[in-house]
């Protein structure tokens, strides 16, 4: 199987940063386009950044100019650096990744178990 493990969530003030990681694991033939996605209380879960396997990204507006994602394929992990921070991006953030698994030809859209980030003072 296919496994994404997602870290660095955590409490920051508002302006404060946070870098979050997710490390897939496990049968993997390719890993496509990876991204992150979050969940406030209440709401729709959203997306967040995307990078594909050529280092294309896109980012949703509200993240725009505060939020880098990046990946590294040899470790097999997707970064989100995440700064300037404020209370509405307190959420529960998930990664993502089309995965093709070995010995199969289809893809398979793979998710974490999500990490929680709290911005407040």
């Known amino acids: 199987q296919v496994q994404l493990v997602e870290s660095g969530g955590g409490l920051v003030q508002p302006g404060g940063s946070l870098r979050l990681s997710c490390a897939a694991s496990?049968?993997?033939?390719?890993?496509?386009?990876m991204g992150w996605y979050r969940q406030a209380p209440g709401k729709e879960r959203e997306l967040v950044a995307t990078i594909t396997s050529g280092f294309r990204t896109n980012y949703a507006d509200s993240v725009k100019g505060r939020f880098t994602i990046s990946r590294d394929n040899a470790k097999i992990t997707v970064y989100l650096q995440m700064n300037s921070l404020k209370p509405e991006d307190t959420a529960v953030y998930y990664c993502?990744?089309?995965?093709?698994?070995?010995?199969?030809?289809?893809?398979?859209?793979?998710w974490g178990q999500g990490t929680l980030v709290t911005v407040s003072s």
């Open positions: 993502n990744a089309d995965a093709q698994a070995i010995g199969s030809m289809g893809w398979l859209k793979v």
């Open positions: 496990g049968s993997i033939s390719r890993l496509s386009t």
